[in-house]
């Protein structure tokens, strides 16, 4: 069975201070990973995939995230946070060629203090 | 193209009477999905469909719960006789080749009372 575990609640960053919001994964096989995030009283927005090709994936709103196999992590990261970044942050595992539905981690609370 | 719609957005009912959750996907998508996110919990899957056809129901409790996606209008996730526990929210998703590729609408917050 694949699982996804987010170890932190929440997060607190300064604003413009990087940010990292940790994601590990267990799944037997390819893993396909996401990170959405999910403002108060909204639906989710994607941020970012991996598939496969390059470790370092690119998103939206400025979010990278790094696929590190031997780690089995995918964490979700910032150069620089702003304000407007303070959201719920799911991390999401599809095993490759599945057709059920994405696993989701707990999801982190990002606070970022102006 | 408008994104994934989901009614009503919020949603109340008593103990013992009947939900009835709408989803429409985006225009050209053919797979839908659902999840329930529980208080301070993620998502977890339900349910995938296609046109017609339930494809994955293994997130889907076995009582209570139906879901449908009919050739023509909205997915629909029915919960019948309502309990306390089933307040959440709802989410579906919509994808035109499968999850790699869904997009998910805003939900719908069910309160039983």
């Known amino acids: 069975a694949q699982s996804v575990a987010q170890p932190e609640d929440q997060v607190n960053v300064a604003e413009g201070n990087p940010l990292t919001v940790k994601c590990t994964y267990s799944v037997s096989g390819n893993p396909y990973l996401f990170w959405y995030v999910q403002y108060p009283n909204r639906g989710l927005q994607f941020l970012l995939k991996?598939?496969?090709?390059?470790?370092l994936v690119k998103g939206s709103y400025g979010f990278e995230a790094e696929f590190n196999k031997s780690q089995t992590s995918f964490h979700l990261k910032k150069p620089s946070a702003l304000v407007s970044d303070s959201a719920l942050y799911f991390c999401?595992?599809?095993?490759?060629?599945?057709?059920?539905?994405?696993?989701f981690g707990k999801g982190t609370h990002l606070i970022i203090q102006p | 193209n408008a994104g994934v719609m989901q009614n009503p957005r919020h949603l109340v009912r008593r103990r013992g009477q009947e939900a009835r959750l709408r989803c429409s996907p985006m225009?050209?998508?053919?797979?839908v999905y659902w999840y329930r996110q529980l208080p301070e919990e993620g998502l977890k899957f339900m349910v995938y469909l296609q046109k017609e056809n339930i494809i994955d129901e293994s997130g889907m409790p076995k009582e209570r719960f139906s879901a449908e996606f009919p050739k023509e209008g909205p997915s629909i996730l029915r919960i019948q006789q309502v309990v306390r526990g089933d307040s959440a929210a709802y989410f579906c998703a919509s994808s035109p080749l499968g999850p790699r590729e869904a997009f998910f609408g805003q939900g719908t917050r069910l309160t039983v009372v």
């Open positions: 999401a595992v599809l095993l490759g060629g599945g057709a059920d539905g994405l696993t």
């Open positions: 991996y598939i496969t090709g390059d470790n």
């Open positions: 225009k050209g998508h053919s797979h």
